[in-house]
């Protein structure tokens, strides 16, 4: 499968984006769907994940209240809504499948990786 993110951009603290990661190929139900970010000068950490068919979520302590992940799987396609945002949010944001059926915060559990959209919050 084939990931591509979209929708990073620069907001102020306080304000909202969409995440958007849109898969190509067959089967998308069949995957646990991930996000990941990295903020700059640290590692790439967890951000939340979403079950196959879309029932169960888990997230990062941080962005629990704050962010929402959720899919379509009729459009193969997953989103993180984030709101409100903080300056230490700022990170490239990067989607991530998996066929492992629990939804797991290690990376090593995710097969495909999209190329990250980069998310900057101003103070």
């Known amino acids: 499968v084939q990931l591509q993110a979209s929708g990073g951009g620069l907001v102020q603290a306080g304000g909202s984006l969409r995440l958007s990661c849109a898969a190509s190929g067959r089967d998308f139900n069949s995957y646990v769907m991930g996000w990941f970010r990295q903020a700059p000068g640290k590692e790439r950490e967890f951000v939340g994940a979403i079950s196959r068919g879309g029932g169960s979520t888990n997230y990062e302590d941080s962005v629990k209240g704050r962010f929402t992940i959720s899919r379509d799987n009729a459009k193969n396609t997953v989103y993180l809504q984030m709101r409100p945002l903080k300056p230490e949010d700022t990170a490239v944001y990067y989607c991530?499948?998996?066929?492992?059926?629990?939804?797991?915060?290690?990376?090593?559990?995710?097969?495909?990786w999209g190329q990250g959209t980069l998310v900057t919050v101003s103070s």
């Open positions: 991530a499948a998996g066929t492992a059926p629990s939804l797991y915060r290690d990376s090593i559990y995710y097969d495909y």
